[in-house]
């Protein structure tokens, strides 16, 4: 809820979860929860957060302008990091109300050494059942349960391990004749994190995560018929920063991904039909090198490049179509064969210059490439069919590059913060529909999709107070972005 009121953060509104940075599409946004991937970060259709606030201990936001060691989505970075509980002593916080119920428990394991962090909540929702006068019965559910834990092992290496799992349901069953209206998601994700410092100038941190998100629609409760999609992320990544000297901060790091994507598969009795869908695997690796760089009293210029390796593997059949969208050819790929592959560069840079001990203004440029969308049929969750697909033959990777100019100082004896920032985006490989676009169970789901080009401009104002008994901020946001596709709209 506060990212709505953040310049530059437009949300579709209650009823969903999607929300758009600067003219991108909702799924060119990252939602890290202490560096794994969550999918969707909502409980109800976007009124409640998937992330208990309990369990958060910060969160910041990039809006196109995140520094190398982020990658793989065109619009925004949310990196969220969970609390590592106590080391001191035992305590827990809890709350009881009409919409949703929460615990959080956290202490030392060994006191100075090593301390936990549990946080559950669920819903309360069911008692709006009461107020249906009708043979139908509703189903409002949800829950997320986060668990971490922090473990120093001497004074150079420490662990943490972070669990999230969250689900939400939503059905309405009529047992006369099975008419069962229902979807569900579900979030899991685990991260295993290794802090190193080598000396006084060295330090690492390596990172193994996995997340997966599962998307259900429900047919028929009794008969047990659904369709699903789902995504899974495994990711295994190693960074270094290294303080050189007063002047350069040098940061560089390596990562391996591997992506599955079920783009659909539908159930009928407990038994797969054969109309399901191959499951999309993809292989990715990325480096990435930056420096912070002093230059002189007044300047400071970040500046770094980030490369990627995209692979898409078989076993699959992949498609081919010709201007007017019908296949012309098809070829079987066995399992572990590259059938396509994309080499990427990524440049950014940023320049800082102090105009006072108050003022400053920021210049930043970043290329940014995204090799998973999501495609969906609708922004309502109520009828929205989520499927994620790589980069491929039919499907170019999307880019972007960005522009972005600001003045940012404080302001009446440093009791405020003000800040104005225009930006120019540019996207390329942009995704939309046909007419009647089919995406439940499609094989040929490619042939659905128009492609084309954006851009969006605008200028962001924030006047924020964050000292003193009243804090607080007020913001306004001018914005325009345009798309031009082929077929739709008459390519206008």
Same mark, same amino acid.
């Given at each position: 809820?506060?990212?709505?009121?953040?310049?530059?953060?437009?949300?579709? %509104?209650?009823?969903?979860?999607?929300?758009?940075?600067?003219?991108?599409?909702?799924?060119?946004?990252?939602?890290?929860?202490?560096?794994?991937?969550?999918?969707?970060?909502?409980?109800?259709?976007?009124?409640?957060?998937?992330?208990?606030?309990?369990?958060?201990?910060?969160?910041?936001?990039?809006?196109?302008?995140? &520094?190398?060691?982020?990658?793989?989505?065109?619009?925004?970075?949310?990196?969220?990091?969970?609390?590592? %509980?106590?080391?001191?002593?035992? %305590?827990?916080?809890?709350?009881?109300?009409?919409?949703?119920?929460?615990?959080?428990?956290?202490?030392?394991?060994?006191?100075?050494?090593?301390?936990?962090?549990?946080? %559950?909540?669920?819903?309360?929702?069911?008692?709006?059942?009461?107020?249906?006068?009708?043979?139908?019965?509703?189903?409002?559910?949800?829950?997320?349960?986060?668990?971490?834990?922090?473990?120093?092992?001497?004074?150079?290496?420490?662990?943490?391990?972070?669990?999230?799992?969250?689900?939400?349901?939503?059905?309405?069953?009529?047992?006369?004749?099975?008419?069962?209206?229902?979807?569900?998601?579900?979030?899991?994700?685990?991260?295993?994190?290794?802090?190193?410092?080598?000396?006084?100038?060295?330090?690492?941190?390596?990172?193994?995560?996995?997340?997966?998100?599962?998307?259900?629609?429900?047919?028929?409760?009794?008969?047990?018929?659904?369709?699903?999609?789902?995504?899974?992320?495994?990711?295994?990544?190693?960074?270094?920063?290294?303080?050189?000297?007063?002047?350069?901060?040098?940061?560089?790091?390596?990562?391996?991904?591997?992506?599955?994507?079920?783009?659909?598969?539908?159930?009928?009795?407990?038994?797969?039909?054969?109309?399901?869908?191959?499951?999309?695997?993809?292989?990715?690796?990325?480096?990435?090198?930056?420096?912070?760089?002093?230059?002189?009293?007044?300047?400071?210029?970040?500046?770094?490049?980030?490369?990627?390796?995209?692979?898409?593997?078989? &076993?699959?059949?992949?498609?081919?179509?010709?201007?007017?969208?019908?296949?012309?050819?098809?070829?079987?790929?066995?399992?572990?064969?590259?059938?396509?592959?994309?080499?990427?560069?990524?440049?950014?840079?940023?320049?800082?210059?102090?105009?006072?001990?108050?003022?400053?203004?920021?210049?930043?440029?970043?290329?940014?490439?995204?090799?998973?969308?999501?495609?969906?049929?609708?922004?309502?969750?109520?009828?929205?069919?989520?499927?994620?697909? &790589?980069?491929?033959?039919?499907?170019?990777?999307?880019?972007?590059?960005?522009?972005?100019?600001?003045?940012?100082?404080?302001?009446?004896?440093?009791?405020?913060?003000?800040?104005?920032?225009?930006?120019?985006?540019?996207?390329?490989?942009?995704?939309?529909?046909?007419?009647?676009?089919?995406?439940?169970?499609?094989?040929?789901?490619?042939?659905?999709?128009?492609?084309?080009?954006?851009?969006?401009?605008?200028?962001?104002?924030?006047?924020?107070?964050?000292?003193?008994?009243?804090?607080?901020?007020?913001?306004?946001?001018?914005?325009?972005?345009?798309?031009?596709?082929?077929?739709?709209?008459?390519?206008?």
């Amino acid at each position: 809820k506060s990212l709505q009121n953040v310049p530059g953060i437009l949300t579709f %509104g209650d009823g969903s979860s999607f929300y758009y940075v600067r003219g991108g599409s909702s799924d060119q946004n990252l939602l890290l929860i202490d560096e794994a991937p969550v999918y969707n970060p909502s409980h109800l259709f976007g009124f409640f957060s998937a992330l208990a606030p309990d369990a958060i201990k910060e969160v910041v936001i990039y809006k196109g302008d995140f &520094p190398a060691n982020y990658g793989g989505r065109l619009s925004s970075v949310v990196d969220v990091r969970a609390r590592e %509980g106590n080391l001191k002593q035992v %305590g827990f916080s809890g709350n009881i109300g009409i919409y949703t119920s929460d615990l959080t428990l956290e202490g030392p394991i060994l006191k100075d050494k090593s301390s936990f962090i549990i946080s %559950g909540r669920k819903s309360n929702l069911n008692w709006l059942q009461r107020y249906i006068d009708d043979q139908r019965s509703y189903t409002f559910d949800f829950y997320d349960f986060n668990i971490k834990l922090n473990v120093k092992l001497n004074k150079n290496n420490r662990l943490y391990l972070t669990t999230f799992t969250g689900n939400d349901i939503f059905e309405r069953y009529t047992s006369l004749n099975d008419n069962t209206f229902g979807i569900s998601w579900k979030n899991i994700a685990g991260t295993l994190r290794w802090n190193h410092v080598f000396n006084s100038k060295l330090f690492s941190n390596t990172t193994a995560y996995f997340s997966r998100y599962n998307y259900f629609l429900d047919i028929s409760k009794e008969l047990r018929n659904y369709w699903t999609s789902s995504i899974t992320n495994a990711t295994l990544k190693t960074d270094f920063s290294w303080f050189l000297n007063p002047e350069n901060t040098i940061k560089t790091g390596l990562e391996f991904n591997r992506h599955e994507s079920n783009p659909g598969k539908m159930y009928y009795s407990d038994e797969e039909i054969p109309a399901s869908l191959a499951t999309d695997q993809s292989n990715e690796i990325a480096f990435y090198a930056a420096n912070e760089q002093k230059i002189g009293e007044k300047l400071i210029a970040r500046y770094g490049l980030r490369l990627t390796r995209w692979n898409d593997l078989g &076993p699959t059949s992949v498609y081919f179509f010709d201007a007017n969208h019908n296949v012309i050819d098809t070829i079987q790929v066995a399992g572990n064969t590259i059938y396509e592959s994309f080499l990427n560069f990524e440049p950014r840079i940023s320049l800082r210059y102090k105009l006072s001990e108050s003022a400053s203004l920021n210049a930043a440029y970043n290329h940014n490439v995204q090799h998973l969308q999501m495609l969906s049929n609708s922004t309502s969750p109520f009828t929205s069919l989520e499927v994620w697909v &790589p980069a491929g033959p039919n499907i170019k990777p999307q880019q972007s590059d960005q522009f972005s100019l600001g003045y940012f100082s404080k302001i009446f004896q440093r009791q405020f913060d003000f800040s104005v920032e225009a930006y120019y985006k540019r996207l390329y490989n942009q995704i939309d529909y046909k007419d009647h676009a089919n995406l439940l169970i499609n094989q040929l789901i490619e042939g659905e999709l128009r492609f084309g080009d954006g851009w969006s401009y605008g200028i962001e104002t924030l006047l924020r107070k964050s000292k003193g008994k009243l804090t607080g901020w007020i913001s306004y946001t001018y914005s325009r972005t345009m798309k031009q596709i082929s077929d739709v709209n008459k390519g206008e």
